[in-house]
């Protein structure tokens, strides 16, 4: 996420590269990733509620603790839809296929403020009831440990955003022609029921159906659309694991521009009219840029690519949905780095706390840092000595970024500031070769699935060689500025 007036960067002039160490590496193709890449191990799951068959309320994050649920993992999300945005009343079908992890007489769904009208589970109608943002099933037949099942959910209603703890509009946010739909941290149950945590990624199915002349632009690739009675239906599927906080259902009138690159990635970029003026040149060094950044952290993660150029005056950031970065207005180029950084650091690589959150924005700022630094611009070092110089009671040094205390602060400037300027120490500490080789490892060796601190951590130290506990403590857990700008 890049949210405005706090973090989006300043537009900088973008000129020839620079001969800096990273680029040279770049050069000669990068570093090797090390060693055999693992399949990540799944992350471990909360413990189950007090009763042993009825699924927990939420997944165990401290900062979030209703979000997510317990007992059972969902593997897709089959997502029928229909919008009118004159009278912003959506009516939705979700058909969940989950597997039981532990006996279940009830589990629970996140689905705040729609009507619900019907649940089935293996196609029986179950019970429901509502206790808050928790939607609580009750199948007519306790599953057992390891059963797949499907539940099926219909519901209605005028969906409206959360508010989330630093204020901003989280979740189906209505605009003037449509819907801007963003739902990191906890959105994304405004318009779907989810499981909703990044543990428990899926893949995704969506049928879409809006006015004629809205567009309806969701996660993956696209695969078709259909007009009929004044009504055009969309099809989108995102085949890759994502977190739900990462799926859109973006509302609107754009331009679509639709191309393959020469990697043979689907890019679809959907832009407000409004916008499309200031968005063209950035948009048009988006391969370039997801170019550069494959040559830095390994293959671009997904079949598709693009952007969502929205005009949402009223909601102040931009999100990495998944394959398809949402901008509420024309971005400039340091955003387009960042949220498609992103793509490997968030979105296939992702928490599985949300005190983790630098391993997100710390790593998509430090790709600003990089990219500016290999395009003309002020090198990573300059960026960090900037900052480095603002006195002890600046906001940067407010809490560390291994720690931001609570979900208020998790956008927050030591988040992304303070999270980067960790990787330059990091990188000063091993040198360029070394660095760019525990990226691409992280990136490689827990690609669409989840990563810790305490991992990176640990990678880094075995592919370098190096004792960095010092620097971590200091940098991501330590209160207050550093005494030194030492590594």
Do not use: C
Not at 151 to 169: E, F, K
């Amino acid at each position: 996420m890049t949210p405005t007036g706090k973090h989006r960067p300043a537009p900088r002039a973008v000129t020839a590269a620079v001969p800096v160490a990273v680029a040279a590496l770049l050069a000669a193709g990068g570093p090797a990733v090390a060693g055999p890449v693992a399949t990540p191990a799944a992350p471990a799951r909360p413990a189950p509620a007090a009763s042993a068959t009825t699924g927990a309320p939420g997944a165990g994050d401290p900062y979030f603790p209703l979000a997510g649920n317990g007992g059972y993992d969902v593997s897709h999300y089959d997502l029928t839809l229909r919008y009118d945005p004159g009278s912003r009343r959506l009516d939705g079908t979700a058909v969940l296929t989950a597997r039981a992890t532990q006996p279940l007489t009830r589990f629970d769904l996140d689905l705040k403020g729609l009507k619900v009208t019907g649940v089935t589970v293996d196609h029986a109608r179950a019970t429901h009831r509502r206790d808050g943002q928790e939607l609580l099933v009750t199948p007519r037949t306790a599953l057992r440990p390891g059963h797949r099942f499907q539940v099926t959910v219909t519901y209605s209603g005028t969906p409206a955003p959360v508010t989330d703890p630093d204020g901003s509009p989280d979740g189906w946010i209505p605009t003037d022609d449509g819907a801007f739909v963003a739902g990191e941290p906890q959105g994304a149950m405004t318009w779907f029921p989810a499981n909703n945590h990044p543990l428990d990624k899926a893949t995704y199915d969506f049928t879409l159906t809006v006015p004629q002349g809205h567009t309806a632009v969701a996660n993956g690739v696209y695969l078709g659309s259909r007009t009929a009675h004044g009504r055009t239906t969309y099809r989108w599927r995102q085949s890759e694991p994502m977190a739900a906080y990462l799926a859109t259902a973006t509302v609107g009138r754009f331009r679509v521009e639709r191309y393959t690159t020469r990697d043979g990635v689907q890019v679809y970029n959907a832009v407000d009219p409004r916008e499309a003026a200031a968005a063209a040149p950035v948009l048009k060094q988006l391969p370039s840029v997801l170019d550069w950044e494959s040559r830095l952290f390994g293959p671009y993660p997904f079949r598709a690519a693009g952007a969502i150029v929205d005009h949402a005056p009223d909601v102040g950031y931009a999100l990495e949905t998944q394959t398809r970065p949402l901008y509420d207005s024309a971005p400039d180029l340091g955003t387009l780095v960042h949220e498609s950084a992103h793509q490997w650091f968030g979105d296939s690589v992702s928490l599985t706390r949300w005190q983790d959150i630098w391993l997100n924005e710390g790593f998509a700022t430090y790709a600003e840092w990089l990219y500016t630094e290999q395009h003309g611009g002020p090198s990573a070092q300059q960026e960090f000595d900037a900052l480095y110089a603002r006195p002890a009671s600046d906001g940067l040094w407010a809490f560390p970024p291994g720690d931001p205390g609570s979900g208020r602060n998790i956008f927050a400037t030591p988040v992304y500031a303070r999270g980067a300027m960790t990787l330059h120490q990091l990188r000063r500490a091993v040198g360029d070769r070394a660095f760019l080789r525990i990226l691409r490892t992280w990136a490689a060796s827990h690609r669409a699935g989840h990563g810790t601190t305490a991992q990176f951590t640990a990678l880094a130290e075995r592919l370098s060689g190096k004792d960095l506990d010092g620097l971590f403590r200091t940098w991501l857990d330590t209160r207050g500025k550093p005494a030194t700008s030492r590594p």
